[in-house]
């Protein structure tokens, strides 16, 4: 995760609740990686493409490109996750105060 340019999270489950607990930070993290979305490389945590050059060039290079095949569905995913968790929290605190949520 490093040499990806992340920072260092504690540990992996700090990692992986950082990323992929809620939909939008998931879709953060594949961003990185999308290099139709991200055309620059830009890293999710330093904005900055650097973690494309140096030692890791080769193996970061390779995971932009076979993500390509599997980031749009997975982000597709993400954000139907989120949105259905961002309605359900709505849904529940309109019922403390006494409203409903009406979903289309």
Not at 35 to 54: Q, V
Not at 89 to 98: E, F, N, P, S, V
Request: charged letters at 20%; aromatic letters at 14%.
């Amino acid at each position: 995760m490093q040499h990806c340019s992340f920072i260092a999270h504690y540990n992996r489950l700090g990692f992986y609740g950082h990323y992929f607990q809620r939909g939008d930070d998931t879709v953060r993290f594949l961003r990185q990686f999308d290099a139709a979305g991200n055309p620059d490389g830009l890293s999710t945590e330093y904005h900055d493409p650097w973690w494309l050059r140096g030692d890791y060039a080769d193996i970061n290079g390779a995971m932009r490109e076979i993500a390509a095949e599997f980031v749009p569905a997975v982000a597709a995913a993400a954000s139907k996750h989120q949105r259905d968790e961002d309605l359900r929290h709505a849904q529940t605190l309109a019922a403390r105060y006494g409203h409903a949520v009406t979903l289309l």
